[in-house]
């Protein structure tokens, strides 16, 4: 069984930085490539980036890169998002999300079976 939580999230001044965790109490994620999303008010979830099943590739959206690294400590059973340099366009409801199959390239929520509840970040200017 696949239960993803979130956490990290909260408030931040613009400029400054925070780190998301996702973890699942369940079945290991090893063996799932993982990929944060965010959505805005009013807004589509978007990709942010993902990370492969072994570590060995990261893929980010074009407005995060070189702020934000996602990373995986396999043995904790948790996925990591580095968040640096947070602009006020950053602030929107952060969710982590499991690629069962790995099929695609992983920028679309529909590729995505399993998903955490979400955590609020909100960064103020």
């Known amino acids: 069984q696949v239960q993803l939580v979130e956490s990290g999230g909260g408030g931040v001044q613009a400029g400054g930085s925070l780190r998301l965790s996702c973890g699942n109490s369940?079945?290991?994620?090893?063996?799932?490539?993982m990929g944060w999303f965010r959505q805005a008010p009013g807004k589509e979830r978007e990709f942010v980036a993902r990370?492969?099943?072994?570590?060995?590739?990261?893929y980010y959206a074009d407005p995060v890169k070189g702020r934000f690294t996602i990373s995986r400590d396999n043995a904790k059973n948790t996925v990591y998002l580095q968040m640096n340099s947070l602009k006020p366009e950053d602030t929107a409801v952060y969710y982590c999300?499991?690629?069962?199959?790995?099929?695609?390239?992983?920028?679309?929520?529909?590729?995505?079976?399993?998903w955490g509840q979400g955590a609020q970040v909100t960064v103020s200017s």
């Open positions: 999300a499991a690629d069962v199959n790995s099929l695609g390239h992983g920028y679309s929520p529909a590729e995505y079976a399993y």
């Open positions: 369940g079945r290991t994620l090893s063996n799932y490539a």
């Open positions: 990370i492969s099943r072994n570590e060995g590739s990261a």
